[in-house]
T-cell receptor, first 111, second 115 residues
């Protein structure tokens, strides 16, 4: 079992729709969760971080964390073509004190 | 404020050659990481250093060695490069305490080709 799992996609949504990206993780003791966006040929850039169960909103982005289910998600409202990128879920593992990434989900927003 | 500086940006090696990728951060972070990224595989952890003076293997350590030279610098060495090591390499740093971590800051990446 991989430590952090994501559906690789691609996920295609029409412009203006909600994109929902999901991630599961194996270390039940994990406390820090991150979503990064990566454009082709560029370094990952942070979109959201979340530490506590529930929802955290920042503009068009909402991160959701459910520690009991070991599940974290990212919602992107009013999706724009500029949101087309690879979205990487990262989890700071209590076991080993290391930051582990999922394989990433490719998002395509069609105008 | 440079953040994470990673060199070189591009490199072509012949099979069997060695090289060292350099990484330095100026944010006083305790953790530093080396990842490789291949198409469709996200960022895979090669080695990391959770604090100055420690290093640990990640998911794909074979063929690599690392040195945490001081708190700022963390280098990755390929002793005998193989075509399977053709990839994009990212260095990153973050600060963790009490089981929680800040977000990671990334270098610009090194595009390595082994022929």
């Amino acid at each position: 079992q991989k430590e952090v799992e994501q559906n690789s996609g691609p996920l295609s949504v029409p412009e203006g729709a909600i994109a929902s990206l999901n991630c599961t993780y194996s270390d039940r003791g994990s406390q820090s969760f991150f979503w990064y966006r990566q454009y082709s040929g560029k370094s990952p850039e942070l979109i959201m971080f979340i530490y506590s169960n529930g929802d955290k909103e920042d503009g068009r982005f909402t991160a959701q964390l459910n520690k009991a289910s070991q599940y974290v998600s990212l919602l992107i409202r009013d999706s724009q073509p500029s949101d087309s990128a690879t979205y990487l879920c990262a989890v700071f593992m209590e076991y080993g004190n290391k930051l582990v990434f999922g394989a990433g989900t490719i998002l395509r927003v069609k105008s | 404020n440079a953040g994470v500086t990673q060199t070189p940006k591009f490199q072509v090696l012949k099979t069997g050659q060695s090289m060292t990728l350099q990484c330095a951060q100026d944010m006083n972070h305790n953790s530093m990481y080396w990842y490789r990224q291949d198409p469709g595989m996200g960022l895979r952890l090669i080695y990391y250093s959770a604090s100055e003076g420690t290093t640990d293997k990640g998911e794909v350590p074979n063929g690599y060695n690392v040195s945490r030279l001081n708190k700022r610098e963390f280098s990755l060495r390929l002793e005998s490069a193989a075509p399977s090591q053709t990839s994009v390499y990212f260095c990153a740093s973050s600060e963790w305490t009490g089981g929680r971590s800040s977000s990671a800051f990334f270098g610009q990446g090194t595009r390595l080709t082994v022929v």
